[in-house]
């Protein structure tokens, strides 16, 4: 089932979760695969109240290992399937999306980030960042929006189910849990009415005649016997993902042109960087900000520029250095 969600646009005032669930049925998912797990639960709880009003499904499964595969099958099939997790049941997923990283499948994972390691908190962290964008044994290509506010957890929701399609990368959406649970004030809409074209799914396996007779086969393989073999797939993959990465790359520069002191921040805590600059600027003192919304493919080009301009560089985050490796690695190589 597909057409539009809303009546025109709607103001509303929710849970990040909830405008999660929303989002996804904005974007046309068909179906979600969970396991409960906080902060994420109340994404499945929503999506539940809503799927069969929708003509679209949930399956709860047995573990997050289980989540993170059904989620692969549901894209091979050709469904619009998407999962959610956070801490412990995010490190559990990463051999599913290892595997949807070499294969180039478009699954769609939100994370609501909490404190670690292991059980932790069940309440807020940026301690996922370097899992969400470098976890598995792989090279990390993956697309990956860190979001700010609720608004953008709808924007990016749907965006990241447009891009995963196109582009055949995972792609995720890392929240956090404060994001999860807090209420404010968001617009729903349908992406039709604003322009925005849903790119269309389709299955990759079950396809009609015979392979390399009817139609060129599919190459689903994720398993290889010598290490040049490996090498010249993993070539393949870091080449097209650095040449469409110009393409994704996206951030929000404040106040950066005559900034001596640049703040870098990601996700909720940039907003908090930007309302320093803000009351900073009016004492005098000259003080930008730099936030990166897309982690994977990181905007190097765009700090680096930043930088060139400042004479120091603040690094904000709630995790311990793990912005500040991505941010590093962007500016010295």
Sequence with gaps: MGGKIFEGEKRAFMTGNEAVAWAALAANADIMYGYPITPQN?????????????????LQTEDEISAGFTTVGGVLSGKKAFTATSGPGHVIMQDSISMAEMMRIPIVKIICQRGGPSTATVIYSQQETTLTCYGGNGEGIRIVYSTDSHQELFDYTIKAFNVAWKYRYPTFVLGDGYQSKMREALTLYNPEDRGIELVPSYPFIGLDGVPGV????????????????????????????NKIAPEIVEYRETETEDAEVLLIAHGVVSRAAEGAVARLRQEGLKVGAFRPITLRPFPAEQLRACADRAKKLLVIESAEGQLKKLVTDAIYG
């Design 214 to 241: 009817d139609r060129d086969p599919a190459h689903l393989r994720n398993t290889y016997n010598m290490e040049d073999e490996l090498y010249a797939v993993i070539r393949d993959l870091v080449d097209s993902f």
């Design 42 to 58: 109340e994404i499945m709880h929503y999506w539940t109240r809503l799927a069969p009003k929708y003509g679209k499904e949930f």
